[in-house]
């Protein structure tokens, strides 16, 4: 008797063992390059003047260098707790990336986050890069990369709005959310959902500094469609000449909104993608209301080398001599499974108060036209 409620123990320990298992994994990404731009700026200001060309090493042609540990623990009939801290860095200075709020950088600045996932989809808690920005990336051929995409499109458009380039607080949509609450759906025939809502914490505000998306995305026989709504109030409290101005109290007002409808189609190693956006600030939409939209087309020549290429227009709806005209192209080859080398060459008409760039973290000046060129490697481990 005693023999078999031992052995039953031991069975019941390497059980629960079995359904805790855990893993932690190091990974990260260094990305770096040569680049040349025609012209410059010192800041995203409304009255930044051009500096002239630059010729620089450059951290981030592809996507940001960054570093992270991820894990996952096994709690048995098909869920798992998981958890992720990822942050960016210079290769250049071996600084840390971008702050949230000015002045204060984080070093996990891109993911803090912990979750579980399962049969019902996934949930993550904490800061994190939110759904539509994967919207956003399945649906350019450009794939939302640093150099020439609709992101360095739609960040044109926040520029535009205001932003002052020092936190990750933009005025229209977001790339980055703290406080995060996002939700995952499984798929179904292809159509899965996201839904986003971020509590602001601020005492005797019930939505000051909230911030709610909902993202809708089908993907099947090459085809992705996705359907982005992003809401945020008190969204970049902070005025352009931070710090010597004070931030602007939380009053709860709803003052960033953000629209995307995209699609992008692959065939026979083509890809074909189109977009159309609205971004603007409820609150004043007389001031702040703009439009951006985009083409791409790419060719995949075997599995290690691809060019892509993208057109992004941005429009002041408020006034029409206020619009720009962005084209990229670029080519990537992989040395290895860990390794690409890239080039890229873009270039940007900006008119009237429009300022966007080619690359993200390079300013120019607002209604000057600009060409800039980039090669580097990008390595994963």
């Keep these: 008797m005693k023999l078999k409620s031992y052995s039953s123990a031991v069975l019941l320990v390497f059980s629960a063992a079995a359904h805790s298992q855990s893993s932690v994994t190091l990974y990260g990404v260094l990305d770096t390059g040569l680049l040349y731009q025609s012209t410059s700026a010192a800041t995203f200001l409304p009255n930044a003047r051009n500096l002239g060309h630059v010729y620089q090493l450059k951290d981030g042609g592809i996507y940001s260098s960054f570093w992270g540990l991820k894990g996952s623990e096994d709690i048995g009939a098909g869920y798992k707790i998981t958890f992720k801290l990822q942050g960016t860095f210079n290769t250049t200075n071996g600084k840390f990336g971008l702050s949230d709020t000015p002045g204060t950088t984080a070093i996990f600045n891109q993911f803090a986050t912990i979750g579980a996932t399962g049969p019902f989809g996934t949930f993550d808690a904490g800061r994190q890069i939110i759904p539509m920005i994967y919207a956003m990336a399945e649906t350019d051929v450009r794939g939302a990369q640093y150099f020439g995409s609709i992101l ?32 995952n759906s499984p798929k179904f025939y292809g159509a899965s959902l996201a839904l986003e809502y971020a509590p602001g914490g601020v005492a005797g505000q019930f939505q000051g500094g909230t911030r709610e998306s909902a993202v809708l995305k089908y993907s099947n026989y090459g085809l992705n469609l996705s359907a982005v709504y992003y809401n945020g109030h008190d969204t970049n409290p902070f005025p352009q000449n931070f710090p010597a ?3 602007v109290p939380a009053t709860g007002e709803s003052n960033n ?10 065939i026979s ?57 962005e084209f990229a192209v670029g080519a990537e080859y992989n040395l290895s499974q860990r390794t690409k080398a890239y080039a890229q060459v873009g270039y940007v ?12 973290g390079n300013p120019v000046a607002p209604g000057v036209s600009t060409t800039a060129a980039m090669v580097g490697i990008r390595h994963s481990f």
Excluded: C
Excluded at 269 to 285: C, D, E, M, R, V
Excluded at 349 to 360: A, P, S
């Design 152 to 183: 360095t499109a739609w960040l044109g458009v926040n520029q535009a709005a205001g932003w002052p380039g020092t936190s990750t607080n933009a005025p229209i949509g977001a790339l980055y959310d703290s406080n995060a609450l996002v939700y």
């Design 245 to 247: 101005a004070p931030a």
């Design 257 to 266: 909104r953000f629209y995307y409808f995209g699609a992008m189609y692959t």
């Design 269 to 325: 190693g083509f890809s074909l993608s189109a977009s159309y956006a609205i971004g603007k600030n409820p609150a004043k939409s007389n001031t702040v209301d703009f439009e951006m939209a985009s083409g791409g087309l790419g060719y995949q020549f075997n599995p290690r080398f691809k060019i892509t290429s993208g057109y992004y227009y941005l429009k002041d709806r408020n006034n029409s001599a206020n619009h720009s005209s």
């Design 349 to 360: 008409d900006n008119k009237g108060t429009m300022n966007q760039t080619i690359i993200y």
